[in-house]
Each structure stands twice: as structure tokens, then as C-alpha cells.
């Protein structure tokens, strides 16, 4: 069985960007440093990513945060 968990998506490192997506089958496969990824119609390089696990509840999503950069 796939890990269901909360991806926040950031782009060039700025909060207010942020995009939220629950992915409770486990079906979205989490992008690895140096990817580049297609996501609002463009190109990104992921230049960070992060798991944070989270204690909150038996029903808690692991978040994992993706920084993405549109600069080479």
C-alpha cells in the first residue's frame, strides 16, 4: 500500500505561493532534488524537498514540502 500524505507545492521560495494537495490513495510520487517538473503550464526545478511528520491524531498526513525555482 502507497503512503497517503500532504504535498505543499513553493515557488521560488515565496509562502504566499504555496499550493496545498492531499493525496490520501498515495498515487503522487514525490519529485527528488534536481527534477524538473511540469506544474501551472511551466517548467520548475526542484530545489528542495522535505518530509515533515506530523503527531496530530491517528488520521495525520505526513507533509512533504517541495521547493520549486524557475531559474536554471
Known sequence: ???PKQIVCRYNGDE???EVEQDL??????PQKGHIITR?????KVVHVVK?????GPKSLP??????????
Open 1 to 3: 500500500m502507497k503512503e
Open 16 to 18: 504566499k505561493s504555496d
Open 25 to 30: 490513495d498515495g498515487e503522487v510520487d514525490i
Open 40 to 44: 501551472k503550464g511551466k517548467q520548475w
Open 52 to 56: 515533515e511528520e506530523t503527531v496530530s
Open 63 to 72: 507533509i512533504y514540502r517541495i521547493y520549486l525555482s524557475d531559474k536554471p
